[in-house]
């Protein structure tokens, strides 16, 4: 019997959907000891590279990556993983991803592709802001890997809307 064939298509909108189903569980967790500590927020994590891994150049699936990576980015076992474990959690990855979505949103000049991409590099600043938020190993680690770079193409190019530039100057700070 052969299994059925799931396309490329059907394989983002399943991860688009994994995420944002992962997100909207720990948005509901957070304030209950349903989990051991930091054990979700691991978890969120490992998706998020999972997903940015198997869905490189879908913005869409990057989009819920950097929200879900957003929602995890204070807690203290995500910061240590993204030095101590840099091999896969590599801060390069989401600052990547950010960079290689704004060349894409470059080409293609629709009201809504503008829009989209404009939210998609507000949440990557907001992701990179708050995972250099008072953890200097982690803001020095970005720097090198060039999220500082990332988060002025992103201000550059979007500087007439507001959300993007607030969360780009933020982020900064």
């Not at 991860?15 to 979700?40: C, D, F, G, W």
């Not at 990855?93 to 080409?107: F, G, T």
């Not at 629709?110 to 404009?118: G, I, K, Q, R, V």
Request: with cysteine; charged share 25%.
């Amino acid at each position: 019997q052969e299994s059925p064939v799931i396309s490329v298509d059907d394989t983002q909108q399943q991860m688009v959907i994994a995420l944002h189903a992962l997100a909207k569980k720990y948005n509901k967790s957070r304030n209950k000891q349903t989990y051991e500590p930091h054990q979700l927020e691991l978890i969120c994590q490992q998706a998020v590279y999972l997903a940015l891994d198997l869905c490189p150049d879908h913005d869409e699936t990057i989009a819920a990556a950097i929200s879900l990576h957003a929602l995890v980015a204070k807690d203290e076992l995500v910061r240590q993983r993204h030095i101590e474990q840099a091999d896969a959690f590599g801060l390069h990855i989401p600052v990547q991803a950010m960079q290689n979505a704004l060349k894409r949103a470059r080409l293609v000049h629709t009201e809504e592709n503008e829009l989209f991409a404009a939210e998609l590099q507000r949440k990557a600043c907001l992701l990179l802001g708050a995972l250099a938020d008072g953890n200097s190993d982690v803001a020095t680690k970005l720097v090198d890997e060039a999220g500082l770079e990332a988060i002025l193409l992103a201000l550059r190019w979007f500087r007439f809307h507001d959300e993007v530039a607030n969360w780009a100057l933020w982020s900064l700070f």
